[in-house]
T-cell receptor
Framework: GAGVSQSPSNKVTEKGKDVELRCDPISGHTALYWYRQSLGQGLEFLIYFQGNSAPDKSGLPSDRFSAERTGGSVSTLTIQRTQQEDSAVYLC?????????????FGDGTRLSIL | AQKITQTQPGMFVQEKEAVTLDCTYDTSDPSYGLFWYKQPSSGEMIFLIYQGSYDQQNATEGRYSLNFQKARKSANLVISASQLGDSAMYFCAMRRASGTYKYIFGTGTRLKVLA
């Protein structure tokens, strides 16, 4: 596809369940980012992947959050034992590389609602 | 800490008028990139304009221009001839070359254009 693809677009689950969010970046983009946006708020950095380098996990809010990127392409963000405060829109973005000149191409996000 | 500050949570502007959205940043890095994004109510993140720390001239893209004052660490977005379709959330962001928190966004400014 031409853009960053995220699935599902919406996810409703019960508190305590695990969820997996998927991101398919633009082909050829080596850098991939996950952000979280709570209702009406700014973007909170979660994690960043660049090529085969170790990911920058400095933004993950707790050890319930993890992410992986397989084959340098698709990424999954996993939230274990979900809590109501995890409700937010999770945005994935990619860029050609991690230079300061490259802008983020964002997906449409996954809206996660924890009941 | 490296951070981005947008002090205007909300702004109004009359259609066809110009408006300035403020952004200040804090970094000790010599090399960085500054970006503005627009997020309409539909939720997608739209890249507007980029300014590099070493760029001598202010960036311009159509009706968007960036008033970059490096010594003051400010990168204000100027929208000329506002249109109703400009009503949206606007985010300022920074990319740095190294270190933690390399990719951060401000909290946003909600702009409403009045007819």
């Amino acid at each position: 596809g031409a853009g960053v693809s995220q699935s599902p677009s919406n996810k409703v689950t019960e508190k305590g369940k695990d969820v997996e969010l998927r991101c398919d970046p633009i082909s050829g983009h080596t850098a991939l980012y996950w952000y979280r946006q709570s209702l009406g708020q700014g973007l909170e950095f979660l994690i960043y992947f660049q090529g085969n380098s170790a990911p920058d996990k400095s933004g993950l809010p707790s050890d319930r959050f993890s992410a992986e990127r397989t084959g340098g392409s698709v990424s999954t963000l996993t939230i274990q034992r979900t809590q109501q405060e995890d409700s937010a829109v999770y945005l994935c973005a990619s860029s050609l590389d991690d230079s300061i000149f490259e802008y983020w191409h964002f997906g449409d996000g996954t809206r996660l609602s924890i009941l | 800490a490296q951070k981005i500050t947008q002090t205007q949570p909300g702004m109004f502007v009359q259609e066809k008028e110009a408006v300035t959205l403020d952004c200040t940043y804090d970094t000790s890095d010599p090399s960085y990139g500054l970006f503005w994004y627009k997020q309409p109510s539909s939720g997608e993140m739209i890249f507007l304009i980029y300014q590099g720390s070493y760029d001598q001239q202010n960036a311009t893209e159509g009706r968007y221009s960036l008033n970059f004052q490096k010594a003051r660490k400010s990168a204000n977005l100027v929208i000329s001839a506002s249109q109703l379709g400009d009503s949206a959330m606007y985010f300022c962001a920074m990319r740095r070359a190294s270190g933690t928190y390399k990719y951060i966004f401000g909290t946003g400014t909600r702009l409403k254009v009045l007819a």
